[in-house]
C-alpha cells in the first residue's frame, strides 16, 4: 500500500494509522510506502515527529514528497498578474514535480482519491459524507482481499469503523515532546479546551468562545480548584481566557510558538495535543482532528462544543 499523506498533522497521523492496520492485517509480506508532503499547514518531516521506532514491524518506507521542504501553495494566475514570473515558474515546476512524483508512486496501483467528497463534508451534518467514507473503505477493503496494490490519496482517517484502541501505543512521538507535556501537566487533575479558531470557519462559528465559558465556568461550580489546560491557535482567546480566570487556572504553554509554517511552530502543536491527551477530558471544537485524536490518543472523554 502506498498513501499520500497530506492536510493537517494530526489528519495525517489518523491516515497512517490506519494505512499501519490495513496492511497489517490483509498483507500477507506488511509493506507501507509513505509519501510525506511538508506544505504551509503541515511544514514539518515524518522523523520530526515520530521515532524511527514506528511501524518497525512491518516494511516501511517514507518519502519525503517535496526534496526541498516546506511550499506554500501560490496561485500560478495571480503571481502572473502582480507580475511575479518566477514564483509562477517555481510554483508550475513544483506542480510538475509532485504529479511525477504521485505517477511514479502509483504506477501499477488502483488509486482511491478521497478529494471527491460531497459539499456537505463541512457544514454540520455529516451523514452523506459518512456514508461517502464507508464507501470508499468497502473499496479499499475488497482490493485488499484480492492482494491488489493500493495508493491511497486521503486526508485523514479511512476505516469505518475506527479502532483507535492500540493507537496510543503503536503512534510514537519523539521522546522530547512527551516529556515536555510530562512537565506541563504534571500530576495535576485538569480539563482539556482546544478552542480552533483562524482558519477554520465552521469551529468558529459553532463552537463559539461562549459556549467554552460556559462549559468552564460549570467545572468551576463542580469543583473551584479545577484547572484547565488551553490550548489554542488564537493569542488573542489565550490573552482573554488567561484575563479572566488567571494564569493559575489556566495553564498554556509558556514559550508556545504560532502557527504551523516551521518546525517550531508545528513542536508547539504537537506538545499541545499531547497535553490535551494527558487531561481527564477534553472540551474540543467542531470538526477539529487536533482535539479528536488527542482523546483517541489519550483514552479520554470528549464533547465536542456545539
Given at each position: 500500500?502506498?498513501?499520500?499523506?497530506?492536510?493537517?498533522?494530526?489528519?495525517?497521523?489518523?491516515?497512517?494509522?490506519?494505512?499501519?492496520?490495513?496492511?497489517?492485517?490483509?498483507?500477507?509480506?506488511?509493506?507501507?510506502?509513505?509519501?510525506?508532503?511538508?506544505?504551509?499547514?503541515?511544514?514539518?518531516?515524518?522523523?520530526?515527529?515520530?521515532?524511527?521506532?514506528?511501524?518497525?514491524?512491518?516494511?516501511?518506507e517514507v518519502v519525503e514528497v517535496?526534496?526541498?521542504?516546506?511550499?506554500?501553495?501560490?496561485?500560478?494566475?495571480?503571481?502572473?498578474?502582480?507580475?511575479?514570473?518566477?514564483?509562477?515558474?517555481?510554483?508550475?515546476?513544483?506542480?510538475?514535480?509532485?504529479?511525477?512524483?504521485?505517477?511514479?508512486?502509483?504506477?501499477?496501483?488502483?488509486?482511491?482519491?478521497?478529494?471527491?467528497?460531497?459539499?456537505?463534508?463541512?457544514?454540520?451534518?455529516?451523514?452523506?459524507?459518512?456514508?461517502?467514507?464507508?464507501?470508499?473503505?468497502?473499496?479499499?477493503?475488497?482490493?485488499?482481499?484480492?492482494?491488489?496494490?493500493?495508493?491511497?490519496?486521503?486526508?485523514?482517517?479511512?476505516?469505518?469503523?475506527?479502532?483507535?484502541?492500540?493507537?496510543?501505543?503503536?503512534?510514537?512521538?519523539?521522546?522530547?515532546?512527551?516529556?515536555?507535556?510530562?512537565?506541563?501537566?504534571?500530576?495535576?487533575?485538569?480539563?482539556?479546551?482546544?478552542?480552533?479558531r483562524t482558519d477554520h470557519e465552521l469551529c468558529k462559528?459553532?463552537?463559539?468562545?461562549?459556549?467554552?465559558?460556559?462549559?468552564?465556568?460549570?467545572?468551576?461550580?463542580?469543583?473551584?480548584?479545577?484547572?484547565?489546560?488551553?490550548?489554542?491557535?488564537?493569542?488573542?482567546?489565550?490573552?482573554?481566557?488567561?484575563?479572566?480566570?488567571?494564569?493559575?487556572?489556566?495553564?498554556?504553554?509558556?514559550?508556545?510558538?504560532?502557527?504551523?509554517?516551521?518546525?517550531?511552530?508545528?513542536?508547539?502543536?504537537?506538545?499541545?495535543?499531547?497535553?490535551?491527551?494527558?487531561?481527564?477530558?477534553?472540551?474540543?471544537?467542531?470538526?477539529?482532528?487536533?482535539?479528536?485524536?488527542?482523546?483517541?490518543?489519550?483514552?479520554?472523554?470528549?464533547?465536542?462544543?456545539?
Amino acid at each position: 500500500m502506498v498513501v499520500r499523506a497530506y492536510s493537517g498533522l494530526m489528519s495525517r497521523i489518523r491516515m497512517i494509522y490506519d494505512a499501519y492496520l490495513t496492511v497489517k492485517k490483509y498483507e500477507k509480506n506488511p509493506k507501507l510506502t509513505i509519501l510525506w508532503d511538508s506544505e504551509s499547514g503541515c511544514n514539518i518531516h515524518y522523523f520530526d515527529v515520530f521515532k524511527e521506532e514506528q511501524f518497525t514491524d512491518i516494511v516501511l518506507e517514507v518519502v519525503e514528497v517535496d526534496k526541498e521542504g516546506y511550499w506554500e501553495w501560490k496561485s500560478i494566475h495571480k503571481c502572473i498578474l502582480q507580475g511575479k514570473f518566477l514564483d509562477a515558474f517555481a510554483e508550475i515546476k513544483h506542480r510538475i514535480y509532485l504529479k511525477e512524483m504521485y505517477k511514479l508512486y502509483s504506477k501499477g496501483c488502483e488509486v482511491i482519491k478521497y478529494n471527491d467528497c460531497p459539499d456537505t463534508t463541512w457544514s454540520s451534518d455529516f451523514s452523506i459524507y459518512n456514508k461517502w467514507k464507508e464507501n470508499k473503505w468497502k473499496q479499499i477493503e475488497q482490493l485488499c482481499k484480492e492482494q491488489k496494490a493500493i495508493f491511497v490519496y486521503c486526508y485523514e482517517s479511512f476505516i469505518v469503523p475506527r479502532d483507535t484502541s492500540g493507537i496510543s501505543e503503536i503512534i510514537k512521538f519523539k521522546d522530547e515532546y512527551i516529556l515536555a507535556a510530562d512537565n506541563i501537566i504534571g500530576t495535576t487533575d485538569m480539563v482539556g479546551i482546544h478552542i480552533r479558531r483562524t482558519d477554520h470557519e465552521l469551529c468558529k462559528k459553532i463552537s463559539t468562545v461562549e459556549m467554552f465559558v460556559k462549559k468552564m465556568d460549570n467545572e468551576i461550580a463542580e469543583n473551584n480548584s479545577i484547572k484547565f489546560f488551553l490550548s489554542t491557535d488564537d493569542k488573542e482567546v489565550e490573552t482573554e481566557l488567561i484575563r479572566q480566570y488567571g494564569a493559575e487556572r489556566i495553564i498554556v504553554q509558556s514559550d508556545k510558538k504560532w502557527g504551523r509554517t516551521s518546525k517550531e511552530e508545528m513542536v508547539s502543536g504537537i506538545i499541545d495535543c499531547l497535553c490535551l491527551s494527558k487531561c481527564k477530558k477534553i472540551y474540543g471544537s467542531f470538526s477539529s482532528q487536533f482535539s479528536g485524536f488527542a482523546a483517541e490518543y489519550g483514552k479520554i472523554p470528549i464533547e465536542i462544543i456545539k
